[in-house]
């Protein structure tokens, strides 16, 4: 972890500032961890990755999707390229039209909130610092793995969007592709991207419709994301913070996403 990122961590719950320690394990190899004294608070960093939440941690809806993500994590890529197939559209040209939309530029530090397997990353223009976080460890996993095959550089964090363990006003860029529709505080999620971005910043989150939720909840294996879905989804505009500029809610693909934007005002 580069002396750049711990500067821009914090816990996530108290945004208190946190310090690298490390203690030997019980096979003498040196453990990392990131910590606050005046708090008590413990942070664990397995393979350069901080973890900022512990599974008792995790309830409700985020519960049962951690689990499902992590289940389907190595085949995840495999089940979205033929979701959206039986959907007609192409991949290729969703993550490049969605990566364009968030008007990147060269030097920016860009938040994913839920950056998955990472198949964002090969579209996002060079010379931006990537910063990404999801709540599925074996999401993570791949999405390292995907990382070295194309040779991008990015900084992973295990944590709840929820409460992003970063200090306010850090990110040119925040954005959250696909699983907000999960999330068990929408609102919180949005507060929080709100919080992180500096001012002036673009936010965009995109989802699948209900319309999409419907049709998929009858395909075998893509159906666990929309069995049992416990709320109606729209987009959540209303719950976007007071004071927001250029709100910008619209549907794409025929119906079958839902795409909403805003600037934080400077």
């Known amino acids: 972890m580069s002396p750049t990122t711990l500067e821009i961590l ?55 999707f951690r689990g499902i993500y992590d289940r389907w994590a190595p085949y995840y890529d495999l089940l979205s390229r033929v979701g959206l197939y039986v959907l007609g559209i192409s991949e290729i040209e969703l993550r490049r039209n969605f990566v364009a939309s ?36 074996q999401m993570l996993a791949v999405c390292e793995k995907k990382m070295r095959k194309f040779g991008v550089q990015a900084e992973l964090f295990i944590g709840n969007a929820e409460h992003l363990p970063f200090k306010a006003e ?52 893509i159906n666990a994301w929309f069995r049992h879905q416990q709320r109606p989804i729209v987009p959540p505009v209303a719950l976007i913070p007071p004071g927001m500029e250029e709100v910008e809610s619209r549907e794409l693909y025929n119906g079958k996403a839902w795409y909403l934007s805003f600037r934080k005002p400077r």
Do not use: W
């Open 102 to 137: 968030l008007e990147i530029k060269p030097g920016d530090r860009v938040l994913a909130t839920s950056v998955g397997t990472g198949s964002d990353l090969p579209f996002l223009p060079q010379g931006c610092k990537l910063y990404g976080l999801d709540l599925s460890p």
């Open 170 to 221: 850090m990110f040119d860029v925040v954005y959250q592709m696909g699983g907000i529709n999960f999330f068990s505080d929408q609102e919180r999620a949005i507060r929080e991207m709100v919080r992180v971005a500096k001012k002036g910043s673009k936010i965009v989150i995109m989802d699948e419709t209900e319309k999409v939720a419907r049709m998929l909840e009858n395909i075998p294996l």
């Open 10 to 64: 914090c816990s996530p719950q108290e945004h208190a500032p946190l310090k690298v320690a490390s203690e030997p394990s019980h096979n003498g190899e040196p453990v990392q961890f990131l910590v606050n004294g005046e708090h008590g608070l413990r942070f664990p960093v397995r393979k350069g990755v901080p973890i900022f939440i512990a599974p008792e941690e995790i309830t409700g809806i985020n519960q049962r």
